[in-house]
């Protein structure tokens, strides 16, 4: 909702904003600074206390980013805890950049404010003028009263300013966009040899007794190795199901309700006379995602499918056509494939097959040491790694162009940092003797080819460099600064975050 008024701050945001997933544990570790903010806070950095009325204020706004970004993959359950712990940081975060501008002597006067609310088009009435009363009806909604609002929008300010200082002393110079530019744009072709660890051969090769012997003294291996395949050995119950939808939309009237049931009875009627399923899907179903399959949904388990759907499609038996089944999207007409039950493998039926695996992958992690060694010490010895695969009856991959990618990504070979790192590095037609660990494989490189940009290229392209560099940089600084003035505060007994109070309310 605040969007319009914080319109002028909307490029701080990124300060605050954290990768899913990511960890946030600096300053909620137990021992660090005071023991817990002040009754009835849940934030609190120096004079700045948050109560859960300003913290469930501000998860909301973090909430909107989220929906916003993720779309239809927005789990607002599976983001409890990011959300609480993103919450809060961006309330410290706030506060450390508000406080430190206030040391600065910054100041946000009232009229300052009162301009930006002014000139804010949330606040603008039918005749385009200021809405009193439309601004007063936001506040106490959103603040319960003007004075929370003011304090929210000053402290916003003042932060904003002090990140305009940082933002004031980063500096990219026209050379380093050059060089960064050139380098990004830099691609090469490399060769490489893999060798797989996993690869297990025959394990029936393997005596019993070495099997037993395994099992002895690593059976919690086996076990986690079992675990890891609970989707191969524990298989819930499943279905496997066509439908046909007539679309209806869940507040459809009475009327609009009684055609949908009467076009539904009709495609029944038309599949009890002997008329294929799949062709009537074809035709008349209003599922775009399945329709040119038949109505084909696949096999799928329990939570996968809306609740009236799925108690439909687990209670049918096999080539039954149901009756119209209505949900949210409107009404289907279901017929089961195949229902399949659970099924459960028991560690110990097995068990033995499993240690023969890992036994099988450990001498083949062996073997493969001892060739890659091989071909390290050739390489060293003055060969390529083309004579030196040649040699040993190995099998040399070629790749197309490659840039530098921050996962070092190559086709065929998976995210390979280091490689990547030293094929860029290299000369033509140079080899590395170093056996670089990829994903459970062991691989090594040769640099084939090396093409530089183009200069036009460079010359169009390095003012957009500079920005960019100039905002990943601003982003380190910032959060580096921040990082400190947050250890400050810590060991000073100024700074407490509390989010058990949040975590209990819901």
């Keep these: ?110 009229r300052e404010i009162e301009k930006l609310v002014v000139g804010s088009a949330l606040f603008r009435g039918a005749d385009g003028r200021f809405d009193r009363e439309g601004f007063d009806r936001f506040v106490q909604y959103e603040y319960g009263n003007e004075r929370n609002f003011m304090r929210d929008q000053r402290l916003g300010m003042l932060a904003t300013k002090m990140a305009r200082i940082l933002d004031g002393n980063t500096r990219v110079s026209e050379g380093e966009a050059r060089d960064s530019l050139r380098q990004r744009l830099e691609e090469i072709r490399i060769a490489f040899v893999v060798l797989d660890d996993r690869t297990t051969g025959d394990t029936a090769e393997i005596p019993a007794e070495e099997v037993a012997a395994f099992l002895a003294t690593r059976e919690e291996e086996v076990r986690t190795l079992y675990h890891q395949r609970s989707e191969i050995y524990d298989v819930p119950e499943q279905v496997h199901a066509r439908h046909i939808l007539i679309a209806l939309a869940p507040d459809a009237d009475e009327a609009t309700v009684a055609i949908a049931e009467a076009r539904a009875r009709a495609v029944i009627e038309r599949i009890a006379g002997g008329e294929d399923f799949a062709a009537v899907a074809g035709e008349v179903s209003d599922d775009p995602g399945s329709k040119d399959a038949g109505g084909d949904l696949g096999t799928f388990r329990r939570g996968q499918m809306v609740k009236a759907f799925e108690d439909a499609a687990f209670s049918l038996e096999p080539g039954v056509v149901s009756d119209p089944v209505r949900s949210d999207f409107g009404l289907h007409v279901i017929r089961v494939e195949e229902h399949r039950p659970a099924s459960l493998t028991p560690f110990e039926d097995v ?156």
Excluded at 34 to 51: D, T
Excluded at 66 to 76: I, P, S, T, V
Excluded at 98 to 106: M, N, V
Excluded at 370 to 390: F, I, K, M, P, T
């Design 351 to 506: 068990r033995e097959s499993l240690a023969r695996e890992l036994i099988a992958s450990e001498r083949a992690a062996e073997v493969n040491r001892e060739v890659a060694d091989g071909l390290s010490a050739a390489v060293a010895g003055g060969q390529s790694l083309e004579e030196a695969a040649r040699a040993a009856d190995l099998t040399l991959e070629r790749s197309g162009w490659l840039r530098r990618r921050p996962d070092g990504f190559v086709p065929g070979l998976g995210a390979a940092q280091d490689l990547m790192t030293t094929a860029f590095a290299m000369m033509p037609g140079e080899s590395s003797n170093r056996v670089f660990e990829v994903d459970g494989k062991l691989a090594m490189v040769q640099l084939l080819e090396r093409q530089l940009p183009d200069a036009a290229d460079i010359e169009q392209g390095i003012e957009a460099e500079r920005q960019q560099l100039r905002s990943q940089k601003q982003t380190v600084l910032a959060q580096s600064w921040l990082n400190e003035r947050r250890s400050e505060l810590i060991e000073a007994g100024e700074l407490a975050v509390d989010l058990s109070v949040v975590s209990r309310r819901r």
């Design 1 to 110: 909702m605040l969007r319009s008024i914080r319109e002028g701050q909307r490029w701080l945001t990124g300060l605050f904003v954290l990768a899913l997933g990511g960890v946030f544990v600096f300053f909620l570790v137990p021992g660090m600074g005071r023991q817990g903010p002040s009754a009835g806070a849940i934030v609190e950095v120096g004079p700045y206390r948050f109560g859960i009325r300003e913290f469930e204020a501000e998860r909301s706004r973090r909430l909107e980013q989220y929906q916003e970004a993720l779309g239809d993959q927005f789990d607002a359950a599976a983001l409890e805890d990011t959300l609480n712990e993103l919450t809060a940081r961006v309330l410290v975060e706030r506060s450390i950049l508000a406080q430190e501008a206030e040391k600065l002597g910054l100041l946000v006067p009232k």
